[in-house]
């Protein structure tokens, strides 16, 4: 009997888990929405009218500063899932629970499935939400229906290829504090074109804010609410978001599967 | 559940080896279980006793050896011999944010049983195990008898043939003790073969049908309760008397040697059960003679490794 034919079962079995344990801790998904909406407001609402003028300069003032920052604090909010993923990763594997799962003929990925799954759903709901208090505070997007389709699967592809480094970095971590760096994921679209065009930044950081991931993926959710030029972002974008998600993968497959003595290997090493 | 090809054996191994790091842990097990019995490892912490049942469960691998369980080869079809067991460890193994029927339907799931089937056994195991008031609770309401009953529940919900249980008494108290003891006599009734870990020689001697030694990675001893109680000369009764002349009677009235020492006692063997006192207390009763004291000595886990390694267990081992 083959469990591989499991595979489907087992995970939507596991994702139903995920989801139950959402329900009934809800802390560790609503501080998904804590970051960016407290990054909106700043931004947004404290330092708008200066950093507005600021952009004014470099981009010629055709754009109001809410509607620059908003795809940048979407993108922040798909990034703020991670946290929860990994740290919910890294509790179920250090929990007794999973040594049970892997004592049963089930599918064994869909223990990370279930777990990616979950997340992704959360934090498409968590960006729902910030887009709606993007949308109070006066972003004025101006997307066609295909669009905001195309924007929704890019951030569906996004949170994916986020949330699988992110399963991987809490299977790594040997606790919570180790599980918790991955929140700093979520300020890495700060040092992109998220707040300000990289342009107006000093010549190192101002590279690294050309090239990194973010901005090309930034790009593109800009010009597709916004209507700015995209040009090649998007298939830079698609292609970042495919080869981060493929590696996060594999690397988190290769941690789940790895025999759990080597685990016990370093406890034994650390009690001596 | 039972088939024509299925060995009498349903756990067998062989040379069984590992290490973590340059500490061996394991140092060559054989061990056999038959089908339908109780086999029980007997041991102190740190003896090898979870790295055994972790092991034979499929969870780590072995540096070396063979194992068959349920007829299944450990190496080349884990997947075969996980669809067979059933493992209760020594560490909770429920989702502490399901309820306890919630953990039970998840089981359920994963064991690919139908909704309705899956419905009716979880239902009949919070029955059985006396958790249908707290199948709506969180587990960490639940007392340790309570969670130890449900991880137990969450093992059973796939009708395991082979169940593993790594200290399953372990830290209870002695009610929630003999309600467990009792539910895995009735596994054991039912058909299943249980492999038990135990630090307790009591528990090994009420449900083993047999037990082996475990002792710092190595089989020391394996046989019956009985065969193995037989090597412990500890189980004694000790008899104190007022002065010489009444020792020296009772030790002829019992027919055996007395030694005259300071102490004026006498040491019968014995195993300490009430029937065999009844009769020693009847005797001395129908001699007439006075005892001024008597205390029983039952052999316990440190008996039998004194009287198997020469040495007493050590006591650094343990760990609170």
């Known amino acids: 009997m083959s469990t591989g034919g499991y595979a489907v079962r087992d995970s939507v079995?596991?994702?139903?888990?995920?989801?139950?344990?959402?329900?009934?801790?809800?802390?560790?998904?609503?501080?998904?929405?804590?970051?960016?909406?407290?990054?909106?407001?700043?931004?947004?609402?404290?330092?708008?009218?200066?950093?507005?003028?600021?952009?004014?300069?470099?981009?010629?003032?055709?754009?109001?500063?809410?509607?620059?920052?908003?795809?940048?604090?979407?993108?922040?909010?798909?990034?703020s899932g991670a946290l929860s993923t990994s740290l919910s990763v890294n509790l179920d594997m250090t929990a007794g629970i999973i040594n049970r799962f892997r004592t049963m003929a089930i599918s064994r990925a869909s223990v990370l499935t279930g777990h990616v799954l979950g997340s992704v759903i959360q934090?498409?709901?968590?960006?729902?939400?910030?887009?709606?208090?993007?949308?109070?505070?006066?972003f004025r997007p101006n997307a066609t229906a295909v669009e905001w389709l195309a924007a929704a699967g890019l951030l569906a592809l996004l949170t994916l290829a986020l949330t699988?480094?992110?399963?991987?970095?809490?299977?790594?971590?040997?606790?919570?504090?180790?599980?918790?760096?991955?929140q700093l994921l979520a300020f890495l679209p700060i040092l992109g074109s998220?707040?300000?065009?990289?342009?107006?930044?000093?010549?190192?950081?101002?590279?690294?804010?050309?090239?990194?991931?973010?901005?090309?993926?930034?790009?593109?959710?800009?010009?597709?609410?916004l209507g700015t030029p995209i040009g090649n972002n998007a298939v830079i974008a698609l292609a970042w978001c495919i080869g981060i998600a493929l590696i996060g993968y594999l690397w988190a497959r290769a941690l789940f599967s790895r025999d759990p003595s080597s685990n016990f290997r370093e406890v034994f090493t650390a009690l001596r | 559940m039972t088939s024509a090809s299925s060995s009498p054996l349903a756990i067998t191994a062989t040379g069984l080896r590992k290490s973590f790091g340059d500490k061996v842990v394991l140092d060559g097990i054989s061990l056999n279980a038959a089908?339908?019995?109780?086999?029980?490892?007997?041991?102190?912490?740190?003896?090898?006793?979870?790295?055994?049942?972790?092991?034979?469960?499929?969870?780590?691998?072995?540096?070396?050896?063979?194992?068959?369980?349920?007829?299944?080869?450990?190496?080349?079809?884990?997947?075969?011999?996980?669809?067979?067991?059933?493992?209760?460890?020594?560490?909770?193994?429920?989702?502490?944010?399901?309820?306890?029927?919630?953990?039970?339907?998840?089981?359920?799931?994963?064991?690919?049983?139908?909704?309705?089937?899956?419905?009716?056994?979880?239902?009949?195991?919070?029955?059985?195990?006396?958790?249908?008031?707290?199948?709506?609770?969180?587990?960490?309401?639940?007392?340790?008898?309570?969670?130890?009953?449900?991880?137990?529940?969450?093992?059973?919900?796939?009708?395991?043939?082979?169940?593993?249980?790594?200290?399953?008494?372990?830290?209870?108290?002695?009610?929630?003790?003999?309600?467990?003891?009792?539910?895995i006599r009735e596994l054991v009734a039912g058909g299943a073969t249980i492999l038990l870990t135990t630090q307790y020689l009591e528990e090994a001697d009420e449900l083993a049908d047999q037990v082996a030694l475990l002792d710092h990675g190595r089989l020391i001893a394996e046989g019956t309760p009985e065969e193995l109680k037989r090597l412990v000369p500890g189980g004694h009764v000790r008899l104190q008397f007022a002065d010489a002349g009444t020792l020296d009677y009772a030790a002829k009235a019992l027919g055996v040697a007395a030694s005259h020492d300071e102490a004026l006692a006498l040491q019968i063997p014995s195993d300490g059960s009430v029937r065999s006192l009844r009769a020693l207390l009847a005797r001395l009763d129908d001699e007439g003679v006075e005892v001024g004291e008597l205390s029983v000595h039952t052999p316990d886990l440190d008996d039998v490794f004194l009287a198997l390694t020469g040495q007493p267990r050590e006591k650094e081992a343990e760990t609170p």
């Open chain 1, 13 to 79: 079995t596991m994702l139903r888990r995920n989801l139950l344990h959402a329900k009934r801790y809800p802390v560790s998904s609503t501080g998904t929405l804590v970051v960016p909406i407290l990054l909106l407001l700043a931004f947004g609402g404290l330092f708008g009218n200066a950093l507005g003028a600021g952009l004014g300069v470099t981009s010629g003032g055709a754009i109001d500063y809410t509607d620059y920052l908003t795809p940048a604090i979407i993108v922040i909010a798909a990034a």
């Open chain 1, 164 to 182: 699988w480094p992110a399963a991987a970095a809490g299977l790594a971590a040997k606790g919570p504090e180790g599980a918790s760096n991955i």
């Open chain 1, 194 to 225: 998220g707040v300000v065009p990289p342009e107006s930044m000093p010549a190192g950081v101002r590279w690294f804010a050309e090239h990194q991931p973010f901005t090309p993926i930034i790009e593109t959710l800009r010009g597709l609410l």
């Open chain 1, 123 to 138: 934090t498409i709901i968590a960006i729902v939400l910030v887009i709606g208090a993007a949308l109070l505070i006066g």
């Open chain 2, 35 to 183: 089908a339908g019995t109780i086999f029980a490892l007997l041991g102190p912490n740190g003896a090898g006793k979870t790295t055994t049942v972790n092991i034979l469960s499929t969870l780590i691998g072995a540096d070396g050896g063979e194992a068959q369980v349920a007829g299944r080869d450990l190496a080349r079809e884990p997947d075969a011999v996980r669809a067979a067991i059933g493992v209760t460890g020594q560490f909770s193994a429920v989702d502490k944010l399901l309820t306890g029927q919630e953990n039970l339907l998840l089981m359920a799931d994963l064991n690919h049983l139908d909704r309705r089937e899956g419905r009716r056994r979880a239902a009949e195991l919070l029955e059985r195990f006396d958790l249908t008031q707290a199948a709506n609770q969180l587990p960490p309401t639940y007392s340790g008898g309570m969670l130890r009953r449900l991880d137990l529940a969450m093992t059973l919900i796939g009708d395991p043939r082979v169940i593993f249980l790594d200290e399953p008494t372990t830290g209870l108290d002695p009610r929630s003790r003999r309600t467990m003891w009792e539910i």
